[in-house]
């Protein structure tokens, strides 16, 4: 059964420390790698797409990279407005099985 | 910026009512996607359509229906609205080529009393 876990489900930081978030996935065939931001009472905002292991990209104070059988988010001197919810997502077949979402605080 | 909107964006209503939650994407996508998230779970997919009179159910049981007469709109309706069915409802629209992002609408978060 295709499955996505996300850890820690939650995380709080000081503004400028810096932290990974993590996404296993086990997901036969995988189309991509998805991460989604979301601030509350919101949709989520789309960040990446990985498609294949060793691939990385980076946004601003994000980068996001993938294996082949997790993928990490890396956030680097965060700021509060950083905090938000961040979804993992993989695809299989034109569907994404989305992760429970790591909820990251960044304290001033 | 996504062009993917959602009404209403909040609707309290009694037990036994019919709802239809709206989405319309201004962007020619052909598949659309319906997903439902109770707070601090994941999103669960619920139906999606690839196109005009093309309409699936997802992974997670839903007494919902959906409609798909228009490319642009993708609405979903419950014909009797139960407690259960209070939740966060998240529509997405994607382009048909390739493995591109999922745009996502604002939500409609539903409360059934």
């Known amino acids: 059964e295709d499955q996505v876990t996300q850890s820690p489900e939650a995380l709080r930081l000081q503004e400028g420390e810096s932290s990974s978030l993590n996404c296993s996935y086990t997901v036969s065939g995988l189309r991509g790698l998805f991460w989604y931001r979301q601030d509350p009472g919101k949709g989520p905002e789309f960040l990446f797409t990985?498609?294949?292991a060793g691939e990385e990209k980076e946004k601003e104070r994000l980068k996001a990279t993938l294996t082949k059988k997790e993928s990490f988010l890396h956030i680097t001197a965060p700021k509060p407005e950083d905090s938000a919810t961040y979804l993992c997502a993989a695809e299989r077949a034109q569907k994404l099985v989305f992760g429970q979402g790591t909820r990251l605080t960044i304290n001033p | 910026e996504a062009d993917i909107y959602q009404t209403p964006r909040y609707l309290v209503i009694g037990t036994g009512k019919k709802i239809t939650l709206e989405c319309s994407q201004t962007m020619g996508h052909d598949k659309m996607y319906w997903y439902q998230q109770d707070p601090g779970m994941e999103l669960h997919l619920i139906h999606y359509s690839y196109g005009v009179n093309s309409t699936e159910k997802g992974d997670l049981s839903s007494e919902s229906t959906v409609s798909r007469i228009r490319t642009e709109h993708f609405p979903l309706t419950l014909e009797s609205a139960r407690p259960s069915h209070t939740s966060q409802y998240l529509c997405?629209?994607?382009?048909?080529?390739?493995?591109?992002?999922?745009?996502f609408g604002e939500g409609s978060r539903l409360t059934v009393l």
């Open positions: 997405a629209s994607r382009a048909g080529t390739g493995a591109g992002e999922l745009f």
């Open positions: 990985l498609y294949s």
